[in-house]
């Protein structure tokens, strides 16, 4: 038991970091400033006590006021300079102050006996003043075992101020009593400490490890995140022009096989217009590769504005350019596409401003309508027979490809019927 007792009063406090040191000590001392409001009611419970054992009214009165006094002195006190973050002291400073406020208060509720003048060969009066004592110690033991020193503070001070009081009123075994008692305090508070220290340590490592997981979650997330917008970037980088921003081959053509089938089901006509910009050479020629690249990028707008939603506008390479454009309602058969390319033609020929150079440019079109039986690149490659059709009628125009022959048998057959 001996061994037991001196391993409890020597072994190690647990390895606190500062964090867990000042959560342990806000802890305490908020325990104890809402423990001291009980000092008011408890203050009254014994004022009326004391009365009935017939003690001494003024001096347990002038106790009654110390104690009323000293709890609002420990309640405003340390909630400034302890637990009030705005006042943020360091931990030893806090320590200090705290362990100041419980010798305070450990003396104010000791002092109890020493106020409560016994009549002679009276105990009861005694014996009520060591149990409110005892009662104070107790609490204190519950709302501040987390700080080892500001509990020895008040314990001691309270039996020693007790012990005092008890021995000026001729109770010397009693506070004999008192003086075994109080250093079972010593090992009673290190138990206490560690126990709670324990917790504290537990939570703390749950808390960091909790930090460092989410930490982890979002690092993930970040990196989900950036490897999705990276995929976007690729995948832009796949299916767009780099210098028009308008979709590349890749996606004209996946466009294009979606609408040939779509157009094909529900009966709707789809049809591609090729075109390039004539005389395009003698931009580059004369004002640099620099003024053709910013031509492009201006066909582009200027085209990509007179379509409508629908019509699907892509560059293929160079100065060629193709628009998909299908489910129109401007007209049946070849007219409705040759509209469209009447607008981007007509659009083209109003002169380029290249940083303060004008070009006057136009274009060559070809229309091609989907008939059964063609593929999508056998489509363009009609639309792009047409272009050069266009080119050698004088440029500057529009030229639809003839139906095919399938196209026209089908024809034939519903005028005989």
Same mark, same amino acid.
């Given at each position: 038991?001996?061994?037991?007792?001196?391993?409890?009063?020597?072994?190690?406090?647990?390895?606190?970091?500062?964090?867990?040191?000042?959560? @342990?000590?806000?802890? *305490? %001392?908020?325990?104890?400033?809402?423990?001291?409001?009980?000092?008011?009611? !408890?203050? =009254? $419970? #014994?004022?009326?006590?004391?009365?009935?054992?017939?003690?001494?009214?003024?001096?347990?009165?002038?106790?009654?006021?110390?104690?009323?006094?000293?709890?609002?002195?420990?309640?405003?006190?340390?909630?400034?300079?302890?637990?009030?973050?705005?006042?943020?002291?360091?931990?030893?400073?806090?320590?200090?102050?705290?362990?100041?406020?419980?010798?305070?208060?450990?003396?104010?509720?000791?002092?109890?006996?020493?106020?409560?003048?016994?009549?002679?060969?009276?105990?009861?009066?005694?014996?009520?003043?060591?149990?409110?004592?005892?009662?104070?110690?107790?609490?204190?033991?519950?709302?501040?075992?987390?700080?080892?020193?500001?509990?020895?503070?008040?314990?001691?001070?309270? @039996?020693?101020?007790? *012990? %005092?009081?008890?021995?000026?009123?001729?109770?010397?075994?009693?506070?004999? !009593?008192? =003086? $075994? #008692?109080?250093?079972?305090?010593?090992?009673?508070?290190?138990?206490?400490?560690?126990?709670?220290?324990?917790?504290?340590?537990?939570?703390?490592?749950?808390?960091?490890?909790?930090?460092?997981?989410?930490?982890?979650?979002?690092?993930?997330?970040?990196?989900?995140?950036?490897?999705?917008?990276?995929?976007?970037?690729?995948?832009?980088?796949?299916?767009?022009?780099?210098?028009?921003?308008?979709?590349?081959?890749?996606?004209?053509?996946?466009?294009?096989?979606?609408?040939?089938?779509?157009?094909?089901?529900?009966?709707?006509?789809?049809?591609?217009?090729?075109?390039?910009?004539?005389?395009?050479?003698?931009?580059?020629?004369?004002?640099?590769?620099?003024?053709?690249?910013?031509?492009?990028?201006?066909?582009?707008?200027?085209?990509?504005?007179?379509?409508?939603?629908?019509?699907?506008? =892509?560059?293929?390479?160079?100065?060629?350019?193709?628009?998909?454009?299908?489910?129109?309602?401007?007209?049946?058969?070849?007219?409705?596409?040759?509209?469209?390319?009447?607008?981007?033609?007509?659009?083209?020929?109003?002169?380029?401003?290249?940083?303060?150079?004008?070009?006057?440019?136009?274009?060559?079109?070809?229309?091609?309508?989907?008939?059964?039986?063609?593929?999508?690149?056998?489509?363009?490659?009609?639309?792009?027979?047409?272009?050069?059709?266009?080119?050698?009628?004088?440029?500057?125009?529009?030229?639809?490809?003839?139906?095919?022959?399938?196209?026209?048998?089908?024809?034939?057959?519903?005028?005989?019927?």
């Amino acid at each position: 038991m001996v061994r037991d007792i001196w391993r409890l009063v020597v072994a190690p406090n647990p390895v606190l970091d500062e964090v867990v040191r000042g959560q @342990l000590l806000e802890q *305490s %001392a908020q325990a104890s400033r809402l423990s001291s409001l009980l000092g008011l009611p !408890l203050s =009254a $419970v #014994v004022l009326v006590v004391m009365a009935a054992e017939h003690a001494a009214t003024g001096p347990v009165l002038l106790w009654t006021g110390l104690v009323l006094l000293v709890m609002v002195l420990y309640v405003a006190g340390v909630g400034v300079f302890v637990v009030d973050p705005r006042h943020r002291r360091s931990y030893r400073d806090r320590l200090r102050v705290f362990t100041a406020f419980q010798t305070l208060g450990g003396l104010a509720w000791g002092l109890l006996p020493a106020a409560a003048a016994p009549t002679a060969g009276d105990t009861s009066v005694v014996s009520t003043a060591c149990a409110v004592t005892v009662l104070a110690v107790a609490a204190n033991v519950v709302f501040s075992s987390a700080t080892p020193r500001p509990w020895l503070a008040f314990h001691l001070t309270a @039996l020693v101020a007790a *012990s %005092a009081g008890l021995i000026a009123h001729g109770e010397g075994g009693v506070a004999a !009593l008192n =003086a $075994v #008692v109080a250093p079972a305090a010593v090992p009673l508070a290190r138990y206490m400490y560690q126990q709670v220290a324990r917790a504290r340590v537990l939570a703390r490592r749950s808390e960091l490890l909790a930090h460092d997981l989410r930490l982890e979650r979002e690092g993930v997330e970040r990196m989900n995140l950036e490897l999705s917008e990276a995929n976007a970037e690729l995948r832009q980088q796949a299916t767009r022009d780099p210098l028009t921003r308008l979709p590349n081959r890749t996606l004209f053509f996946e466009n294009l096989g979606r609408s040939m089938r779509h157009g094909r089901r529900n009966a709707t006509p789809v049809a591609v217009i090729y075109f390039d910009l004539d005389h395009f050479k003698a931009v580059n020629d004369s004002l640099g590769h620099g003024a053709g690249d910013e031509l492009l990028r201006q066909v582009a707008d200027r085209t990509a504005a007179v379509l409508r939603s629908p019509d699907v506008l =892509a560059r293929l390479g160079g100065d060629e350019f193709v628009v998909l454009t299908h489910d129109f309602g401007a007209g049946p058969g070849e007219v409705a596409p040759v509209q469209v390319a009447e607008r981007i033609r007509q659009v083209l020929e109003v002169p380029f401003d290249l940083a303060g150079n004008p070009a006057v440019i136009s274009a060559s079109l070809g229309v091609a309508v989907d008939d059964p039986g063609l593929s999508g690149e056998d489509l363009v490659e009609r639309a792009d027979m047409a272009l050069y059709r266009a080119k050698q009628l004088g440029r500057n125009q529009v030229f639809v490809a003839p139906p095919t022959r399938e196209a026209l048998n089908r024809l034939g057959r519903a005028v005989d019927s």
